[in-house]
Nanobody, 114 residues
């Protein structure tokens, strides 16, 4: 069982930045994909960004140029840098391990005010 924990969410004004962090107490297989997803009430969870050693970084069209995903392989810490945030980025953000995702964190809330 892999335990993931997100942090870094919060309330920010439009145009602001946040950095989400996903940590684990497990040792992850460094070649497995990690990803960030988000979900708003009443909608399906959507993929925001994915990072793998095979395909590199991939982003949803809605966040390209604003979000950057990265990973520290020494500490198995996974990041999502979010810049120029928009109100439509408001959601609960989840990190996930493996592709397709097999393990999920509990989520961290991001609220972007206009």
């Amino acid at each position: 069982q892999v335990h993931l924990e997100e942090s870094g969410g919060g309330l920010v004004q439009a145009g602001g930045s946040l950095r989400l962090t996903c940590t684990t107490s497990n040792t992850l297989y460094k070649f497995s994909a990690m990803s960030w997803h988000r979900q708003v009430p009443g909608k399906q969870r959507e993929l925001v960004a994915q990072l793998s050693s095979i395909s590199g970084a991939n982003y949803a069209d809605s966040v390209k140029g604003r979000f950057t995903v990265s990973k520290n392989n020494n500490t198995d810490t996974f990041y999502l840098q979010m810049n120029n945030l928009k109100p439509e980025d408001t959601a609960v953000y989840y990190c996930a391990y493996r592709n397709p995702p097999r393990y999920w964190g509990q989520g961290t809330q991001v609220i972007v005010s206009s």
